[in-house]
C-alpha cells in the first residue's frame, strides 16, 4: 500500500474551501476531501506546535506523555522509567513506527525534530529528509524533495511519505511575486470596523498592536509580515496574507496530486491531510498566532482517503491522537496500552458514530488554560492569562458565535457548572492511571509560566504605557507581581 501524510502546519479548518470557507483558499486540498471522510470536529489536544506533535506521535494526552510547553522541564517527554525495554514503548508504538511495524518503507520530509529539537519525532522511519532550515522554509523548498523521494521509489509496493509544509504559520512566508489574490475580495462578514476598533483596544501579545507578540517591528526579511495595523486596510492585509500562505501552499500540494494522477498512483493509494493546530485570527483579539486553548487554535482539519473506506462527512467529536490507534486498526496491528486515543475506524468503514462525548484540549506554551468542548459549546478556563487579562471562565456558543466574541460565562453559571464537571472527570481519569504522577501545567506555572511569556512583562507594561493603555499596565501589575520583584 501507498500511503501520503500532509502534515501542514498552523493550518485553519475554516479556512479552506472544503469546510466552507468563501475565499478560493485551497482547490488541490479540496479535490483531496471530494475523496475522503471529512472530519468536522477534530481538535489537536494539546497546542500549540511541540504538544500537539507529542500527542499525535504517542497517542497520548500531554498530561500522560509530559510535553506540555515550548521550554523548560515540559517540552520533554517524560522518562519511560520502571518497564522501560531496550527501546522505549512509547516511541515503537507510536504513530510512525506502525506503517513500518506493517512492512512499509517509511520516510519524513519535515524540519520539525531540529526546530524543537524533538527527535522523537523521528522514531519509525527509515528515511529522515530534513532541508534545514527549522521550520523557516517555504513549500517550493520541500516539494521537490518530496517529488524526488517519489521519483526514486515509485516502484515499491508498501511506502509511506510524510511531507511537512509550514507556509500558514508566521512570519507569513508566501512570495511576492504571487501578488495578493484576495485584495479584491472582502473580509469574511464577521470582521467588521466595530470588531476591528474594539480589538485595538486588546491587552495582550499579538493584538493588532502588537503582531508580532510584545513588539511592532516588522521582520524586513519577511514583507508579508505586518508589526502592527493602524488602518483597516492594514487590518485586511493580515486575513489576506495567511490566506496566502495557504493558496501558496495549496499550489504546492498540487505540484505532488498531478505527479502522483500522472504515475496512475493516487486513485488506489491513501492520504491523510491534517495539522498540527489552527490560528487565531481575531478570536479572543490575537491575530497571526496559536496562543491559546480556544477552537481557533485547537480545532484543526482532517480528510483521510483510504482504498474501501467511505467518503462523506462525520460531525463527531475527536482528538489528534486518535488517529494513532486508528491507523493501528486500519493496518491490523495491536492496540497499544499506553494509547489514550479511541479508533474511530467504525466512522472510515461504516459510518457509525465513534465520536466522544466532550473533548479537554490544553495550552501551556503562551497561557495555561484547559478547555472542554461540548455539545455546541467551549468553555475554557484561564490558570495564567499569558497577560491578556482573560477571566478564569470563558464560555462561547460556537453555533451561534464560532469567532469567539461574546462571553457567555457570566450569564450560564450552568454551563460552566457542566463544563467544570467534565474537566473534573477528565482530570480524575488522567491522574489515578499508573503513567501520572503529576499534573505538568502545574510544573509549568511552578517553573514561572509559559514558555512564551516569561519574562516579557515589564517590557510589555511599558509599551502599554507608552501606547496609551497605561490601565492595562496597571492590570498586568496587580495580576502579576512575581514579575515586578522590585516593586513587591
Not at 39 to 46: A, I
Not at 409 to 437: F, I, N
Request: hydrophobic residues 35%; negative net charge.
Amino acid at each position: 500500500m501507498k500511503i501520503l501524510m500532509l502534515d501542514l502546519d498552523t493550518l485553519r479548518p475554516d479556512h479552506l474551501g472544503c469546510y466552507g470557507y468563501s475565499r478560493n483558499t485551497s482547490p488541490f486540498i479540496d479535490g483531496i476531501a471530494a475523496d475522503s471522510m471529512r472530519f468536522d470536529n477534530y481538535y489537536c489536544s494539546d497546542a500549540p506546535c511541540l504538544p500537539s506533535r507529542a500527542a499525535l506521535v504517542t497517542g497520548m494526552f500531554g498530561i500522560h506523555n509530559g510535553v506540555v510547553n515550548h521550554g523548560d522541564t515540559t517540552a520533554d517527554l517524560r522518562v519511560f522509567g520502571e518497564g522501560r525495554e531496550f527501546k522505549n514503548q512509547l516511541l515503537t508504538d507510536g504513530l510512525f513506527y506502525q506503517f513500518r511495524h506493517a512492512g512499509m518503507h517509511t520516510a519524513t520530509v519535515s524540519s520539525f525534530a531540529e526546530r524543537h529539537s524533538a527527535y522523537w519525532f523521528n522514531a519509525g522511519f527509515h528515511e529522515v529528509i530534513n532541508c534545514g532550515q527549522c521550520g523557516d522554509e517555504r513549500a517550493e523548498d520541500v516539494v521537490p524533495l518530496a517529488l524526488k523521494w517519489l521519483e526514486d521509489n515509485q516502484d515499491l509496493d508498501n511506502w509511506f511519505l510524510h511531507v511537512n509544509l509550514w507556509d500558514p504559520h508566521t512570519p507569513y512566508r508566501a512570495p511576492l511575486e504571487m501578488g495578493n489574490p484576495f485584495a479584491d475580495v472582502p473580509l469574511p462578514e464577521w470582521l467588521t470596523p466595530e470588531v476591528f476598533g474594539e480589538h485595538k483596544k486588546h491587552v495582550g501579545p499579538h493584538s493588532l498592536n502588537e503582531l508580532e507578540m510584545y513588539w511592532d517591528e516588522a521582520p524586513k526579511e519577511y514583507p508579508r509580515q505586518r508589526g502592527r495595523a493602524d488602518t483597516l486596510e492594514e487590518w485586511k492585509e493580515v486575513i489576506d496574507n495567511y490566506d496566502c500562505g495557504i493558496l501558496y501552499m495549496d499550489a504546492q500540494i498540487g505540484r505532488i496530486l498531478s505527479w502522483l494522477k500522472e504515475k496512475g498512483i493516487y486513485e488506489d493509494m491513501a492520504i491523510i491531510l491534517t495539522s498540527d493546530h489552527g490560528e487565531n485570527m481575531g478570536e479572543l483579539g490575537i491575530y497571526s498566532e496559536h496562543a491559546t486553548a480556544d477552537a481557533a487554535t485547537t480545532r484543526i482539519p482532517m480528510l483521510i482517503k483510504w482504498p474501501g473506506m467511505r467518503t462523506g462527512v462525520d460531525s463527531g467529536f475527536h482528538y489528534s491522537l486518535d488517529l494513532l490507534p486508528t491507523i493501528a486498526e486500519l493496518l491490523q496491528l495491536p492496540a497499544s496500552p499506553l494509547w489514550d486515543g479511541r479508533s474511530y475506524l467504525g466512522t472510515l468503514q461504516d459510518g457509525i458514530d465513534t465520536g466522544r462525548k466532550y473533548l479537554v484540549v490544553s495550552q501551556c506554551a503562551h497561557v495555561c488554560q484547559r478547555s472542554v468542548r461540548f455539545e455546541h459549546y467551549i468553555y475554557i478556563r484561564t490558570y495564567h492569562d499569558g497577560y491578556h487579562l482573560f477571566p478564569r471562565e470563558l464560555l462561547f456558543d460556537l453555533e451561534q458565535d464560532d469567532h469567539e466574541q461574546h462571553n457567555l460565562a457570566p450569564e450560564r453559571p450552568d454551563l460552566c457548572g457542566k463544563a467544570c464537571r467534565y474537566l473534573t472527570d477528565w482530570l480524575q481519569d488522567m491522574m489515578m492511571s499508573t503513567r501520572c504522577d503529576v499534573d505538568p501545567l502545574w510544573t509549568v506555572l511552578r517553573e514561572g509560566g509559559p514558555y512564551h511569556a516569561k519574562g516579557s512583562l515589564p517590557y510589555y507594561c511599558r509599551r502599554l504605557e507608552e501606547t496609551g493603555r497605561a490601565e492595562g499596565a496597571r492590570e498586568l501589575r496587580r495580576r502579576h507581581p512575581e514579575e515586578f520583584p522590585g516593586e513587591m
